[in-house]
């Protein structure tokens, strides 16, 4: 499952609510027929239940929504704090040179030279940016590298090859 956002708040009383979303283009949701709930975003697929969207809109920052499983705000409250994810084969195709982030985490990062730095554990969303997180080793001595995701250090991204190559120096 691919975690896109979470319940934040009920909104009015007709069942909708207001969601954070992780990505850049959470209108591009509204593509997606069922959206999947569930308050453990590292659950296991089967623990998520799917709901049927029946309207989305941004709203503010993010956006509101309603679900044909919700009528009221008595329900949409039971889902505050949920995540909202997809199956990787339900979402929209990113167009050329975008990623989910679910995508990223894994995959191994070199530098310019061919020096491995370690593999991508998260990003962050800093609001100017998001930042890879990229973790060297598993024991206490790991060292975490933060390498803004943007085209100035970031040359190319193969997911075939499972690789990201940047411009980065492994003593930074």
Known sequence: MIVLGRIVAPFGVQGWVKIHPFG??????RTM?????CADDHAP??????FTLKACR?????????????????????LDGAYIAAPREALPQPAENEYY???????AVENEAGE????????LSTGAHDVLQVQDGADKDAIERLIPFVAAYVLDVDLA????????????
């Open 24 to 29: 850049d283009d959470p209108l591009a949701w």
């Open 33 to 37: 027929p069922h959206w999947w709930l």
């Open 45 to 50: 697929e089967e623990q998520w239940k799917r």
């Open 58 to 78: 941004i709203h503010g920052k993010g956006l509101v929504a309603s679900f044909a499983e919700i009528a009221d705000r008595n329900a949409a409250e039971g």
């Open 101 to 107: 982030w679910g995508d990223l985490v894994g995959l």
């Open 116 to 123: 491995a730095l370690g593999t991508v554990s998260g990003l």
């Open 161 to 172: 090859a499972r690789r990201i190559r940047v411009s980065w120096e492994k003593d930074w």
